[in-house]
C-alpha cells in the first residue's frame, strides 16, 4: 500500500478518536476519491497517482474557491478552504517561481524546443516532474511565455 494512502488511513483513525467530524469529513473525501479510482481502474493506487488525484482536487477546490467568492459566499468559502488546507497537507512541498523556471529550462534543452508549437513536448516532460508540486496552469503559461520570446 502507498505512503499516502496509509498516512491518510491514519489521520482518518486519529480523528475520529479526537472527534474532529470537520477533519474526518475532508479525509474521507479524499479517501472516497482514491477508492473511486481503484475500483474504477481495478488498480492499488501508487503515490504518484495518488499525487495526481489530490493535484486534481487541489485544484477544484481552488476553483470553488473563486467562483464562491466571486458570489460572496463566503461560508462556503471557508469549508472550501478547510479542505483545501487538508488536501495540501498530503501534497509534496510547492516549488518556487525560481525552482520552476530551472525545470522549464532543462525540459526546453532536453527537448531541444524552439518555438510554441514544442510546447507539448516540454509539457510532457514536466507534467510527471512537477505534477503536485506546482500549479501546471501556471507552469503552462511560463512556458508560452518562455518559447514566445
Known amino acids: 500500500m502507498a505512503d499516502i494512502k496509509n498516512k ?5 483513525k486519529t480523528a475520529m478518536r479526537s472527534k474532529d467530524k470537520e477533519r474526518l469529513g475532508a479525509l474521507r473525501l479524499i ?31 481552488r476553483d470553488s474557491i473563486t467562483q464562491f467568492k466571486q458570489a460572496n459566499r463566503d461560508d462556503l468559502v471557508e ?5 483545501l488546507n487538508i488536501i495540501e497537507e498530503f501534497l509534496p512541498a510547492q516549488l518556487s517561481d525560481e525552482e520552476i523556471n530551472t525545470f522549464i529550462e532543462n525540459a526546453i534543452s532536453k527537448t531541444g524546443a524552439a518555438s510554441i508549437k ?11 516532474e512537477l505534477q503536485g508540486r506546482a ?14 520570446s
Do not use: Y
Not at 79 to 83: G, R, S
Not at 135 to 148: H, P, T
Open 135 to 148: 500549479d501546471m496552469g501556471k507552469v503552462s503559461g511560463l512556458i508560452k511565455a518562455r518559447l514566445n
Open 31 to 61: 479517501q472516497a476519491a482514491f477508492k473511486q479510482k481503484e475500483v474504477d481502474e481495478r488498480i492499488e493506487l501508487n503515490d504518484e497517482q495518488s499525487i495526481t488525484i489530490l493535484d486534481k482536487m487541489a485544484k477544484q477546490h
Open 79 to 83: 469549508v472550501e478552504q478547510f479542505e
Open 118 to 128: 514544442d510546447m507539448g513536448k516540454v509539457m510532457g516532460i514536466l507534467k510527471s
Open 8 to 12: 491518510i488511513s491514519d489521520e482518518v
